[in-house]
């Protein structure tokens, strides 16, 4: 005699969805580099010897060469101040953003009213003159910037850093002010890479390249940063390019490291196609920051 079946009539609770290993691992792996990461990234950062050269007379040529109106953007798309950037005073609400900053003059004199200095002055700490190269490396004020109170010169004051845009404008555009910085693209008329459709400036082409420049970096919400730290920069830059070296191919992105002890090859040589035998000829710009520190040409806080 077969025996019945029993049946339970107790409710069973719903059993969860497994998860696959393959599927927790994915979702646990980062997709940047840690603050960390970077900062031993920069600190290890070796320039290969027979590229140092090279990477000098760009600083020489380009870089400080335009450090004057890479600064004039930075200050356009903070927006006007009434007294560049002083703590404690309010900016000037109505100034137009594309006309020359000026002081406000119901603080200051008629007499008072000037354009600010933007000769290359570096800070120098008393005591340190004659001590050399070492001891600008060690002088955290030795921005490049012109003669002025270290707070004043503190890169946590929201103002991007003047090297940074000099860096962006290397890797988008080889330096050629005719492009716009969003992507290189010629300023006869809008952006057609992405961001295509750009400037949004008031205007049909052509544009000048302040102008694209200040809507590209507020575009990419630049002017919203309150701590221009190494890490962020570092991590900021290597956005402009993506981070696909970092996700896809787990390698160094050559838009920072290329010349560098921490790139070898691997080279995305156009969009969505990975050459890993391909070698970056252009330098990185982790190692252009990397080599103007060691000169003693600016100084980048940590934290």
Request: hydrophobic share 40%; charged share 20%.
């Amino acid at each position: 005699m077969k025996k019945k079946k029993h049946i339970s009539t107790t409710v069973q609770p719903k059993s969860r969805p497994k998860i696959k290993a393959k599927a927790r691992a994915k979702a646990a792996v980062p997709s940047t580099p840690s603050d960390l990461e970077y900062l031993n990234l920069f600190d290890t950062c070796v320039i290969t010897a027979e590229k140092v050269a090279q990477v000098d007379k760009v600083i020489d040529e380009k870089v400080l060469a335009n450090r004057v109106r890479y600064e004039q953007i930075a200050r356009l798309v903070q927006g006007p101040t009434v007294n560049f950037g002083l703590p404690g005073i309010a900016p000037a609400a109505s100034a137009p953003v594309f006309q020359p900053l000026r002081y406000a003059r119901s603080f200051v004199g008629a007499e008072d009213i000037q354009a600010p200095d933007l000769s290359f002055q570096p800070f120098r700490l008393p005591g340190l003159s004659g001590l050399g190269n070492s001891a600008k490396r060690s002088n955290p004020f030795a921005l490049g910037f012109s003669n002025a109170p270290p707070d004043f010169l503190s890169l946590t004051s929201g103002r991007i850093p003047w090297f940074f845009i000099a860096c962006v404008h290397y890797l988008e555009c080889s330096f050629n002010f005719n492009k716009h910085l969003h992507n290189g693209d010629p300023l006869t008329g809008y952006t057609v890479q992405v961001p295509s459709g750009r400037p949004k400036v008031g205007h049909p082409p052509p544009f000048t390249f302040e102008e694209s420049a200040v809507d590209a970096l507020r575009f990419m919400n630049f002017d919203k940063v309150r701590q221009w730290i190494l890490p962020l920069i570092l991590r900021k830059l290597e956005a402009y390019n993506g981070f696909g070296y970092f996700k896809y191919k787990k390698i160094n992105t050559p838009y920072l490291w290329s010349f560098s002890n921490h790139y070898t090859k691997g080279k995305y040589v156009k969009d969505g196609k990975y050459d890993p035998e391909a070698v970056s000829q252009q330098m990185g710009a982790a190692v252009v920051l990397k080599r103007m520190e060691e000169r003693g040409l600016i100084y980048i806080p940590r934290f």
